[in-house]
Antibody, heavy 117, light 110 residues
Framework: EVQLVESGGGLVQPGGSLRLSCEAS????????MTWVRQAPGKGLEWVAN????????HYVDSVKGRFIISRDNAKNSLYLQMNSLRAEDTAVYYC??????????WGQGTLVTVSS | QSALTQPASVSGSPGQSITISCTGT?????????VSWYQQHPGKAPKLMIY???MRPSGVSNRFSGSKSGNTASLTISGLQAEDEADYYC??????????FGGGTKVTVL
């Protein structure tokens, strides 16, 4: 059974940093692209970033370019999202998802990030 | 990277059919047969319901079907049931390894 478990969310001040983690199990992690998707409170889904199997290529939504870094450690079956220069509008539940042919077939339960002073 | 356009809400009575539209552009929905749909119940993670416009993952009811015409994709739910009440999101590949979601549609079963 595919399982994705996010962690690392919490309350952070504007301008601060946070690192999210997603631990994967139940599938061959290094065979799949992986993605972060976020959902602001009461709002819709927004794709944030993805990373290819080897970790050597990443893509980002314009609003986080230069501030967020997606990475992975295939030896640890883990996906990460380093979030810097955080803004109030980054407040959201962050989901990690398995990315197959530009669809997301498995999702974690999400971790809440709140950016507030 | 503009969001796809979905109606804010759609409703129907049990047993009826409803259709949710998802309008993009010639750069996303119109260019690729890589439209997917997700169901999300309150407080839960999204669930993949349709991929590649009209394909259903294993375990998804055949009451859910997808189609596309030009820059608009559609999700149809037939034989509407109480458990179908949820938010639904479309998503399309937009080239250069980028994907874009729709704003979401709240489905209400009357």
């Amino acid at each position: 059974e595919v399982q994705l478990v996010e962690s690392g969310g919490g309350l952070v001040q504007p301008g601060g940093s946070l690192r999210l983690s997603c631990e994967a199990s139940g599938f061959t992690f290094n065979s799949y692209w992986m993605t972060w998707v976020r959902q602001a409170p009461g709002k819709g889904l927004e794709w944030v970033a993805n990373v290819i199997q080897e970790g050597s290529e990443q893509h980002y939504v314009d609003s986080v370019k230069g501030r967020f870094i997606i990475s992975r450690d295939n030896a640890k079956n883990s996906l990460y999202l380093q979030m810097n220069s955080l803004r109030a509008e980054d407040t959201a539940v962050y989901y990690c998802a398995r990315h197959v042919a530009h669809r997301f077939d498995s999702w974690g339960q999400g971790t809440l990030v709140t950016v507030s002073s | 990277q503009s969001a796809l356009t979905q109606p804010a809400s759609v409703s129907g009575s049990p047993g009826q059919s409803i259709t949710i539209s998802c309008t993009g552009t010639s750069s996303d929905v119109g260019s690729y047969n890589l439209v997917s749909w997700y169901q999300q119940h309150p407080g839960k993670a999204p669930k993949l319901m349709i991929y590649e416009v009209s394909m259903r993952p294993s375990g998804v009811s055949n009451r859910f079907s997808g189609s596309k015409s030009g820059n608009t994709a559609s999700l149809t739910i037939s034989g509407l049931q109480a458990e179908d009440e949820a938010d639904y999101y479309c998503c399309s590949y937009a080239g250069s390894s980028i994907v874009v979601f729709g704003g979401g549609t709240k489905v209400t079963v009357l």
